[in-house]
């Protein structure tokens, strides 16, 4: 209760009081409840009222300044890898201008590597917001200004595209440690596609910090109420239907996840 109302004298001191009903209410709206994560945490959450519950809300991602699916928290788990996503919809595009590169090499390349490539003028690219299969968002790099979604992706050309097949494989083959399973089948599907520019997949690291709310308790209301019963004897049919939708909700994603799942083992035995 402290928090909130530090917080929120803190909010109300930035807006008019015309807007503090919608963009900073009073604590008495708030209702707590003890959400578990599908990674095992357990975290308390408020949702504006009793009857809107945890799954059905939205939470932000703060670094992408983005929603996330409706029932996902962030909790952030090191150990998690980031996995890559297919690109479903393209969004916001800005344009970004870098300076020459030095012409010395730095630290993390040698010189012939960094000759082959080094800018040696100054360059613009254009950055885009995307959304990718996951629902997360993600900004992607186009180097080609000109490129908009349905454009055709720029690719290798025929003649080129055996040479990088080659090298890599080569690579891999005196370098078996150098990089991780993930990144290789990235690479074998880009040359796949031809290599495509921009890429059709990103890596998501929110996924690494998105968890879906598997269960939920009630703690009741921010500002205690003398006479509310809690939680309600019989809820009404409204309230019945929303929890029905949530659970379904949440069906689906568990047999989305294990299709998912059963996908990558049927792949795995084929290749
Ligand atoms: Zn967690
Ligand atoms: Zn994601």
Same mark, same amino acid.
């Given at each position: 209760m402290r928090e909130y109302q530090k917080a929120n004298a803190e909010r109300r001191s930035r807006i008019p009081a015309a807007l503090w009903a919608f963009l900073a209410p009073d604590p008495e709206e708030f209702y707590r409840w003890r959400v578990q994560l599908e990674c095992g945490c357990i975290a308390?959450?408020? #949702? $504006?009222?009793s009857e809107r519950l945890p799954g059905e809300q939205r939470w932000c991602d703060a670094i992408h300044k983005a929603w996330l699916p409706a029932g996902q928290m962030l909790c952030p788990h090191e150990d998690s890898p980031s996995p890559y996503r297919d690109i479903v919809e393209w969004g916001e595009r800005r344009e970004v201008s870098f300076p020459a590169d030095p012409v010395e090499p730095p630290d993390w390349t040698d010189a012939k590597t960094w000759a082959a490539i080094r800018h040696d003028e100054t360059h613009t690219s254009a950055f885009?917001?995307?959304t990718l299969s996951c629902g997360h968002c993600a900004e992607v790099i186009a180097p080609n200004l000109k490129w908009k979604p349905g454009d055709p992706p720029k690719r290798a050309s025929p003649k080129r595209l055996p040479e990088?097949? =080659? %090298?890599f494989e080569e690579y891999w =083959? %005196? $370098?078996?440690?150098d990089e991780d399973e993930r990144e290789r089948e990235h690479t074998r599907r880009m040359l796949a596609e031809g290599w495509p520019c921009p890429a059709p997949e990103q890596l998501c690291h929110t996924c690494t910090f998105a968890q879906w709310i598997v269960a939920y308790q009630r703690v009741g209301w921010l500002v205690p109420r003398k006479s509310e019963p809690n939680p309600p004897k019989s809820p009404s049919r409204a309230i019945l239907q929303r929890r029905l939708r949530q =659970?379904? #909700?949440e069906a689906k994603q568990l047999r989305e996840q294990l299709a998912e799942l059963d996908e990558g083992d049927a792949s795995a035995e084929n290749s």
């Open positions: 308390e959450v408020m #949702t $504006h009222g885009w917001v995307v990088m097949k =080659a %090298s =083959a %005196s $370098h078996p440690d =659970a379904e #909700t």
